[in-house]
RNA sequence: GGCCCUAUGGAGAAGCGGCUUAACUCAUCGCCCUCUCAAGGCGACAUUCACGGGUUCGAAUCCCGUUGGGGUCACCA
């Protein structure tokens, strides 16, 4: 007669530990009342997706508000779907995003006395804890092969059961101790199921800290715990770790509450007091396809991929704030009364979040990516655009780099003051904004062809400009440059004011507003543009004139 | 299909039985602002809270049903 403990010997020989070990090699943490330990937990698959950096960056607020830890545990249990270098990538990025661990993996060290944190590295805290529950039978090998496995399902279908490996249909669970002795010895591949005794018609209750409280069926199906590569599936792992490294809450996305009843019966069967659980909502788009709202999804949408907004040129506070507001949403309110700063003071709340995924909005990003880009002072701006376009924009580089204090004063127009001019969102637009500052950007927008109001003959513009060229200085100050440009008009017959233009149409050649549009576009090569006065000064009035010849001789 | 969650305007939402002829923010549109645009100011935009019943003197708010949407049913996490 084969005991369990025999079998769990055969199995894992060279596990000696006990879980009573590793209670005393990771004892519970010395943190005051109402510290929340959090973590996030990824898997090395792929670049930070938008909904992992909402959920870490909750993870991360959670933390610090309650005086906690905040760590990161990488889950690299699927070898088959793993990326080199992708956990380093993801660190990198979330540090970009403010979401810096106090612990746990870093990327290319870690940190804490709960590791190690990389899951392929604690195969043998695992093991101790399977092999504990084989000696209790609570777990039991597998001889299934993924051909019996798809044979079951059918068979569930088609007699329209549940599917799964659970009660008469988990055949190996029923095997005796000698078969699986045998069979081990003999060599055969084997997986290890925990055995569940719940009962799936039968309700348990569950809590959670955004849903609060409701019912879902018990699990009953006897779960893979180790696979055959030796590594433990998340279910598993994630009762393991969570409770080794005193996770207090565990925050993670609602594809999850599913498998609540699976994690729930873990923990009990371990004896191990189970964390709080918050399931996030999901951040979705409406498919152009179908219509309909789904999940934020890599493959179709560039907004799913964090790299996309910092290849973009978005400021990272940027996409933080507006996640925030999805989050909770009377951090809008907050942060608008607050004038955008101050972020760390906000308290998050998981009992203001809704319940069902938001639609992520572009045009609410860059709300705040526009006011957050207003706020800078122009050396800010300009520091934060070459480090950008160092990386990410050679042309914006060259063009900086052609001349800083230029590009500075560029920016600066209407910017250091109380209500500045917002019309960056992202550095990725702002070389297309300014671009006919710059000669090339200039040639390249009148060779477009210029949009004059077709009102004016090109004698009409011809005389204007000779006019402006010959007799409007720069001036001291805008309102002089505009005096000036009004006395220009007068001689010329254009009113100096709208309300007596609109009096009097058939009196004038045009309006004061026709002449700056003539000087706009021989300027600019475009209709709109910030203050002339801004554009002529920084131009200077060599540039300009020399525009204007540009333009009169193409007109011709 | 089973199970779980969910349903207020174009988007995010407040609302927790009378204070709501539904707050706030973004977007959109209109008007204003001694040159356009941006900004700013002002205003418009749900007579109604998916639909149908019910409870109540009274319902967006409570109950039931229907419908829509989302999630999940792996040796993936």
């Known amino acids: 007669m084969i005991t369990n403990k025999q079998l769990a010997d055969l199995i894992f020989p ?37 909904g992992s950096l909402f959920t870490s960056m909750i993870c991360r607020k959670v933390a610090s508000q309650s005086g ?60 101790v ?12 090998p597998c001889f299934c092969t993924t051909q019996d496995l798809e ?78 590569d030796g590594l433990p599936t998340y279910h598993f792992a994630h009762a393991v770790d969570d409770h080794f490294m005193r996770t207090t809450t565990v925050i993670r996305g609602e594809e999850w509450v599913a498998s609540l009843p699976i994690h729930v019966e873990l923990f009990a069967a371990l004896g191990w007091k189970a964390p709080r659980y918050a399931h996030l909502p999901v951040i979705m788009k409406i498919d152009e396809e179908t219509g309909n709202k789904r999940k934020l999804s890599k493959r179709k949408d560039r907004e799913a991929a964090v790299s996309y907004f910092i290849e973009d040129g978005y400021l990272p506070e940027a996409l933080i704030m507006y996640l925030m507001t999805i989050a909770n949403s009377n951090f809008e309110e907050w942060i608008l009364s607050n004038h955008f700063e101050g972020m760390q003071d906000f308290v998050f709340s998981f009992k203001k979040m809704s319940l069902d995924g938001a639609l992520f909005d572009m045009g609410k990003l860059n709300f705040f990516a526009r006011e957050l880009l207003a706020k800078l002072n122009k050396n800010e701006i300009t520091n934060l655009a070459i480090s950008y376009a160092e990386k990410y924009n050679p042309d914006l580089y060259q063009t900086i780099k052609s001349d800083q204090n230029y590009f500075t004063e560029i920016m600066n127009i209407d910017r250091e003051k109380a209500n500045p001019r917002k019309d960056f969102e992202k550095f990725g637009n702002v070389l297309e904004i300014i671009s006919y500052f710059y000669k090339d950007g200039y040639d390249k927008a009148i060779s477009n062809g210029l949009q004059f109001n077709e009102k004016f003959t090109k004698e ?52 004061i507003g026709d002449l700056a549009e003539i000087l706009r576009i021989t300027l600019t090569g475009r209709k709109n543009a910030p203050s002339l006065y801004a554009v002529m000064a920084l131009l200077g009035l060599e540039e300009s004139h020399r525009r204007m010849e540009c333009v009169i001789s193409l007109i011709k």
């Open 14 to 50: 060279n596990v000696t530990e006990t879980i009573e070990d590793l209670e005393r090699r990771y004892p519970p943490r010395n943190l005051p009342e109402g510290a929340e330990v959090t973590r996030f937990a990824p898997s090395p698959t792929g670049f930070l997706h938008t």
């Open 68 to 127: 906690g830890v905040f760590y990161i545990r990488l889950e690299d249990t699927d070898t088959k779907r793993e990326i080199a270098g992708s956990g380093e990538q993801l660190l990198e990025q979330l540090q970009i995003f403010g979401v810096n661990p106090d612990e746990g993996y870093l990327g290319n060290s870690e940190k804490g006395s709960y590791g190690p944190y990389i899951q392929s590295k604690r195969a043998d805290i695992y093991c």
């Open 129 to 140: 804890v399977i092999k504990h529950l084989l000696e209790e039978g609570k777990a039991y």
């Open 151 to 228: 044979a079951l399902r059918l068979e569930q279908e088609s007699k329209k059961l549940n599917p799964g490996y659970y009660g008469e249909f988990a055949k190996c669970r029923n095997l005796t101790n000698e078969e699986r002795y045998e069979r081990i010895k003999h060599g055969d591949k084997f997986v290890i199921r925990f055995r569940s005794s719940g009962d799936y018609h039968n309700k348990i209750k569950v809590s959670d800290l955004v849903r609060g409280q409701f019912e879902i069926a018990q699990n009953d199906q006897d779960i893979v715990i180790y696979k055959s």
């Open 460 to 511: 009409d513009i011809i005389e204007a400009l000779s006019a402006i060229e010959k007799e409007l200085q720069i001036g001291e100050d805008e309102q002089s440059w505009f005096n000036n440009l009004k006395e220009i008009g007068i001689k010329l017959n254009y009113a100096a004011n709208n309300k007596e233009y609109k009096a009097n149409p058939d009196n004038f050649k045009g309006n």
